[in-house]
């Protein structure tokens, strides 16, 4: 089992920045891939950008150029940050971290609110 938790998020204003933060935790850890996804309401949950186990990045067309996710490994932990710069009201959503192992593990979302 792999548990994967959120950190960050909030109220920014058009133009801002804000970051995000997830951890994976578990025994036997060997995460593959660990990115992001987002979801508005009574939308289809999209994908965000995601940062494999060998260092390949790979971002939604959406967000290339504003946002980077980074990817830290420990011995039993692995953490990811999404620095989301030059935001839109439109990148308003819930953001679901997850971990890619034997299956996907997702973490509660949390709500990043761009509005002025």
């Known amino acids: 089992q792999v548990e994967v938790v959120e950190s960050g998020g909030g109220l920014v204003e058009p133009g801002g920045s804000l970051s995000l933060s997830c951890s994976a935790s578990g025994n036997r850890l060997s995460i593959h891939g660990m990115g992001w996804s987002r979801q508005a309401p009574g939308k289809q949950r999209e994908f965000v950008a995601v940062?494999?186990?060998?260092?390949?990045?790979?971002?939604a067309d959406s967000v290339k150029g504003r946002f980077t996710n980074s990817r830290e490994d420990a011995e039993t932990t692995v953490t990811v940050s999404l620095q989301m710069g030059g935001l839109k009201p439109e990148d308003t959503d819930v953001y679901y971290c997850?971990?890619?192992?034997?299956?996907?593990?997702w973490g509660k979302g949390i709500q990043v609110t761009v509005s002025s």
């Open positions: 940062h494999g186990r060998g260092g390949v990045t790979n971002y």
């Open positions: 997850y971990a890619a192992r034997d299956k996907d593990y």
